[in-house]
């Protein structure tokens, strides 16, 4: 009765506020969403607690009170706009139906705190997408969101450059043992950085080259991608490595700007990582160059990170096909993965590869929806001309962004901080109706071409179409 009154003293208040003050703004803006969730995930890689009082059984996070606002205020915008569905919007839809199908069962065979904790991170990370996707977007408020990325990266390389700097030996040492008597990988010791704040970092990289190709914003934004890319390299995560390779490599191949701005990159950015990068080797007595030739070597040795996550993603494929032909379609039951985990260890909760955890919690139909979603959004993304848009987030850097994730899901999760770019990724597909001009010969017999775009839809930030 006392935890109920104090719960009731302390949250009474802390909802009036979220609801006439935090609800209006983030309904408002989509550029106060994306700070918020930004906050979050610096706040927890500074080491700075996210548990707020427990409601019987059940922990709360910050996470939980701002995704429960972000969703309903997503599907309500979405509830109230004109218009039929895209098709990664059904997609999406669909694939939400799946999972509350999931949740449900879960519910009925495990119990609702077990299905709750399974569903929490597709729950942040669906919320968000669903936010963004249903928000209005212009050239200011992209502006805004990619100023808040590329902030939030300045932010995590700062925590990444004070640990190098000030941890000293003792801190590589301490992580090198991690409290054991066994010495860990220098790779292991050097990770100041988790991977997903890393892969902000890598987001920052690409708005900061893409808009440097375009002219678009302050002077002096390659130094940024390139300062952000040795972050990048010295936190030798290496399927951000991957995942980010593939994203400057879409990224080069869709920017023919960028393309031809290459020697100027290469001619400022060489002299600048060979001037930054023995400075920081030097003052910080960390060892950058050990942990870089370990992360490489790592993979082919016997006992590698790839092996053991091999051996769990067997163990997902056997118990999943083994079980009934429900399960195989529609994925298992929410909660059920954790529990066997608990009892035998198998990887079917956290299989490090966000395709087979899909696999495991909405099936074969679930995975299928879920990799035709990030296709639906590559190719509809693909057929609109931006050479000519004037804001940080133009449709060829969402691209290059889906791919960057869907490499970084092959070792890791989706989590909610990627939420903002998939979101804005829909938001741009709905927003836009522009189609590539027929061919000459398909003009010659008089066929219209070209769809033109909504202005009420995206103001400002409408690209040139001529």
């Known amino acids: 009765m006392i935890d ?9 208040p802390l909802v009036l506020f979220l609801m006439t003050v935090i609800v209006p703004r983030i309904h408002a803006s989509a550029s106060v969403g994306a700070f918020l969730i930004l906050c979050v995930l610096v706040t927890r890689t500074a080491g700075l607690p996210m548990a707020l009082p427990s409601v019987g059984a059940y922990q709360i996070y910050v996470q939980d009170i701002l995704f429960v606002i972000l969703g309903p205020v997503g599907l309500y915008r979405l509830l109230l706009r004109r218009g039929g569905l895209s098709s990664p919007e059904i997609l999406l839809l669909a694939l939400g139906a799946i999972v509350l199908v999931s949740f449900v069962r879960g519910v009925g065979l495990y119990g609702l705190e077990f299905a709750t904790n399974s569903i929490r991170t597709n729950l942040y990370f669906y919320s968000g997408v669903l936010y963004f996707c249903a928000s209005r977007i212009d050239k200011a408020e992209l502006n805004r969101i990619a100023i808040w990325v590329l902030a ?3 932010v995590l390389a ?3 450059l004070i640990q190098w700097l000030f941890g000293g030996a003792e801190w590589v040492e301490e992580r ?3 409290g054991t008597d066994q010495r860990r990988t220098a790779y292991s010791a050097v990770r100041a950085l988790a991977a997903a704040p890393t892969l902000i970092v890598a987001q920052a990289m690409l708005i900061a080259f893409a808009a440097w190709s375009r002219r678009v914003g302050i002077s002096g934004l390659q130094l940024l991608g390139i300062a952000f890319l040795l972050v990048i390299v010295a936190l030798p995560h290496r399927s951000v490595w991957v995942a980010a390779s593939i994203a400057l ?8 700007r960028l393309r031809a701005r290459l020697p100027v990159l290469l001619l400022v950015g060489l002299p600048f990582a060979f001037l930054i990068a023995p400075l920081l080797a030097i003052s910080s007595n960390v060892p950058f160059a050990d942990a870089i030739a370990d992360a490489v070597s790592e993979p082919f040795q016997a006992n590698s990170t790839f092996s053991w996550r091999a051996a769990g993603w067997q163990n997902i494929a056997s118990y999943l096909f083994g079980s009934n032909i429900f399960n195989i379609l529609f994925g298992l039951p929410a909660g059920e993965a954790a529990i066997i985990d608990l009892r035998r260890f198998t990887f079917l909760a956290h299989a490090h590869n966000n395709y087979l955890e899909s696999l495991t919690s909405t099936g074969v139909i679930g995975l299928a929806l879920m990799i035709a979603f990030y296709v639906a959004l590559i190719r509809k993304l693909h057929t609109y001309r931006s050479a000519s848009f004037d804001a940080y987030v133009a449709p060829k850097m969402l691209v290059a962004n889906i791919a960057l994730l869907m490499g970084y899901f092959l070792a890791y999760s989706q989590s909610y901080e990627q939420s903002i ?5 829909m938001a741009f597909v709905r927003s836009f109706g522009i189609r590539y001009p027929a061919s000459a010969e398909t003009q010659a017999r008089g066929a219209i071409a ?4 909504r202005a009420s839809a995206v103001g400002s930030a409408l690209p040139h179409t001529g």
């Open 152 to 154: 939030a990266a300045g």
């Open 158 to 160: 700062a925590i990444a």
């Open 249 to 256: 490599i879409t990224l080069f191949a869709l920017e023919s």
């Open 450 to 453: 070209i769809s033109q775009p």
């Open 176 to 178: 090198l043992y991690h």
């Open 4 to 12: 109920l009154l104090l719960v009731g003293l302390i949250g009474g």
């Open 421 to 425: 770019f998939v979101g804005l990724a």
